[in-house]
């Protein structure tokens, strides 16, 4: 009777079941419901004892192991992580197959990029792009990949790729809403040397809808120029961007304006998992990466700017220098350590050689959603409306400090 009356009414019972043996389930616990009580006219036998104690009846104390122990083989994958944006209402279904697409794509590259040499991909296609470069082998191929995947995903209506002339508008019965422009395969230059490269996309809400007619050459024609208009908004209207970068590891970095998350690809599992989420570039970094080859080339206000980064200054430390020749390899070494990435304009190349629409757009807006900075060296990168396809910009992207500092020398 004494054990009863101690029982409080605000307490809720648990019972545990002690046991002369070993527990197969030496954590189990059962819970009752408060004004639940244990009867206490249970008789004991040799092989069990009933306990019962009075604790508060509060959720924290009632945990189950479950609650407490998260799985080892817990992932996320991309898809899992882009079905709960879905949820959340970050990104639409039909965005959601367009993401789901690149990154079939993806893999698919990663794969002809590791067989490179094994299956002779390598070396240059003979053939020479819009801007006038060479054409390797693997660029070709990179970029019928990915506009394959993404015409056959049903949702895009404008491809535009670094590789093709003009905007491809997708045929009338494939087609979807979005715009994605891509360079796919950026860096291309250092695959026969196994340097890291990459594919770098933006996806954006077309302005108009742009299909083709393909039986009408002169319909064809005005069609492209509709898509050429309808192509060229400024990068503040993405609402999504990313790059995919094929190194020791295959890595897919991509943001839906919510933040920068990035997955690696698992080749136990052949899905990309996440690693690192809402990822935050340092404010300021003591690495720069810039081509020095052409400081010879370079305004005076740069040369005077490069020649502080050098200066040990009271620190006794100048920056370090840091330069793959892979915008996907510099740009992610940045996002991750803080620092700088440089190509600015010069003697030979006037407006820089970065592409606005498919380079420096997506990768300043990933930036940004890092809490860094993508700039020309006097204006945002994100609000310059491109006045054609391929056009070029200097760009000077990473650290808010450290281009912000750079524009303090070019001003």
């Given at each position: 009777m004494a054990a009863s009356a101690a029982i409080s009414a605000p307490s809720q019972l648990l019972c545990s079941r002690a046991s002369t043996r070993i527990?197969?389930?030496?954590?189990?616990?059962?819970?009752?419901?408060?004004?639940?009580?244990?009867?206490?006219?249970?008789?004991?036998?040799?092989?069990?004892?009933?306990?019962?104690?009075?604790?508060d009846a509060t959720a924290s104390q009632v945990e189950t192991v479950a609650t407490k122990k998260k799985s080892s083989f817990a992932v996320q994958t991309l898809t899992t992580w882009l079905l709960k944006q879905e949820q959340a209402g970050n990104i639409d279904t039909e965005l959601t197959i367009v993401l789901s697409s690149i990154s079939v794509a993806c893999k698919q590259i990663a794969s002809l990029v590791q067989?490179?040499?094994?299956?002779?991909?390598?070396?240059?296609?003979?053939?020479?792009?819009?801007?006038?470069?060479?054409?390797?082998?693997?660029?070709v191929i990179s970029n019928e990949v990915f506009s394959n995947c993404l015409t056959s995903s049903g949702r895009t209506g404008i491809i535009a790729s670094e590789e093709e002339d003009v905007p491809v508008a997708v045929e009338e019965s494939y087609s979807g809403n979005y715009i994605v422009v891509f360079d796919p395969l950026d860096g291309s230059s250092n695959i026969d040397a196994a340097v890291s490269t990459g594919s770098i996309f933006g996806i954006y809400s077309p302005n108009d809808e742009c299909l083709a007619d393909t039986g009408d050459d002169a319909t064809l024609d005005q069609t492209e120029q509709r898509c050429v208009v309808t192509?060229?908004?400024?990068?503040?209207?993405?609402?999504?961007?990313?790059?995919c970068m094929y190194s020791s590891?295959?890595?897919?970095?991509?943001?839906?304006?919510?933040?920068?998350?990035?997955?690696?690809?698992?080749?136990?599992?052949?899905e990309f998992v996440l690693t690192q989420e809402e990822v935050k570039i340092p404010r300021a970094g003591k690495i720069y990466a810039f081509n020095e080859g052409n400081y010879q080339l370079w305004e005076d206000k740069l040369k005077q700017y490069m020649d502080i980064l050098k200066d040990p200054g009271p620190s006794g430390?100048?920056?370090?220098?840091?330069?793959?020749?892979?915008?996907?390899?510099?740009?992610?070494?940045?996002?991750?350590?803080?620092?700088?990435?440089g190509y600015p304009r010069d003697k030979k190349n006037k407006n820089g050689k970065l592409r606005l629409l498919y380079e420096c757009a997506p990768m300043s807006f990933i930036v940004e959603q890092a809490g860094g900075k993508g700039s020309d060296g006097h204006q945002r990168?994100?609000?310059i409306k491109p006045e054609e396809i391929h056009?070029?910009?200097p760009l000077f992207i990473g650290s808010v400090e450290e281009v912000e500092k750079l524009e303090k020398f070019l001003a």
């Open positions: 527990s197969p389930f030496p954590h189990l616990v059962l819970s009752l419901l408060p004004g639940r009580a244990c009867s206490h006219h249970v008789r004991s036998s040799p092989a069990s004892n009933i306990r019962c104690a009075a604790v067989r490179a040499s094994i299956a002779n991909l390598t070396g240059v296609q003979g053939a020479v792009n819009v801007q006038g470069e060479d054409q390797k082998k693997l660029d192509v060229c908004q400024p990068g503040s209207n993405l609402l999504a961007a990313g790059y590891s295959v890595i897919f970095v991509l943001t839906v304006g919510e933040g920068v998350f990035v997955f690696t690809l698992d080749p136990m599992y052949g430390k100048p920056y370090s220098a840091r330069y793959i020749g892979s915008l996907v390899g510099d740009f992610h070494r940045t996002l991750l350590y803080g620092g700088i990435y990168i994100l609000d056009q070029r910009v």
